[in-house]
């Protein structure tokens, strides 16, 4: 496992001749970001050697270096959810890599959920926490002291000082941010009503299906973490409608503007 790593991080470090210490996944329709990269190189995922392959049809994910301001980073747009039946390694994998090609902290995006009562679909939600409720955990097995410890600490998950950064970014340009905790969870199907409810006791305040593996492995490795959501639909009982993936990717599209402004201006703070 070491060895792909190390030989996927030297393909990728040969290949831009650069070590971005910045790093950033981008959800499932959040792309918006990378419109505002200065590219300067895009690999696709299928030309990265051991990197996983994609099972969404015309959405093969590339990796991209260049510019976001001032600063060098390393985008994944895509990324690869458990569902779609990687493993937890995979899953893992293009972060692990992203380490050893010199990346210092990850910024992630995603969609979710929402859980608590008093906000909306639409609202832009800064991660403070997050409940791991998948069914395998990324570090299962043997742990490589060289990636990081046995025992992780997980007390300060989502790096404080970029969280008031954001909600001082947000304020500066008017636009209303939450904090709450992300429940990770496998899917693929979205939750029944009484499943929303339980993981609005277990104390979330939103639910997706991505992130958590990757910010666990990244706290792992001792990167920097910064995670935002955009609540697109609600499992507040009440309020509950039929949902498909392509209605969340409709409300994630609309609020994303806003989301990618509060990203751009954080990352080019760094
Ligand atoms: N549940 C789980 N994952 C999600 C949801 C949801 O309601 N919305 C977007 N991703």
Do not use: C
């Not at 990197?51 to 994944?76: C, Q, W």
């Not at 299906?209 to 609540?231: D, L, N, Q, W, Y």
């Amino acid at each position: 496992m070491l060895e792909k790593i190390k030989a996927t991080a030297s393909y990728i470090e040969d290949r831009i001749k650069a070590r971005p210490e910045t790093g950033i996944i981008l959800g499932t329709g959040l792309g918006g970001l990378v419109k505002e990269i200065e590219i300067i190189d895009s690999i696709p995922y299928n030309e990265i050697p051991d990197f996983p392959v994609s099972t969404v049809d015309g959405h093969a994910g590339r990796l991209i270096y260049g510019k976001l301001g001032n600063i060098e980073v390393l985008a994944m747009q895509g990324r690869f959810h458990y569902y779609e039946g990687y493993s937890m390694k995979e899953v893992t994998f293009p972060v692990r890599v992203m380490k050893y090609a010199g990346v210092k902290q990850l910024f992630v995006s995603n969609a979710s959920g929402g859980l608590n009562p008093e906000w909306h679909v639409g609202d832009i939600v800064i991660i403070t926490d997050h409940i791991n409720f998948f069914p395998e955990h990324p570090l299962h097995g043997k742990n490589e002291n060289e990636l990081g410890p046995r025992f992780p600490d997980m007390s300060k998950v989502y790096d404080e000082r970029l969280r008031n950064k954001a909600k001082l970014i947000a304020l500066e340009h008017n636009i209303h941010v939450k904090e709450g905790i992300y429940i990770g969870v496998q899917g693929p199907t979205f939750e029944t009503p009484a499943e929303y409810k339980m993981f609005r006791i277990f104390g979330a305040d939103i639910v997706g299906m991505s992130t958590v593996p990757e910010v666990i492995t990244a706290r792992h490795s001792g990167m920097k973490v910064f995670g935002i959501s955009i609540i697109t639909d609600s499992g507040v009982p009440g309020e509950i409608v039929e949902i498909s993936h392509e209605e969340v990717q409709e409300v994630a599209m609309k609020a994303e503007p806003k989301m990618t402004l509060i990203l751009k201006k954080l990352i080019e703070s760094i």
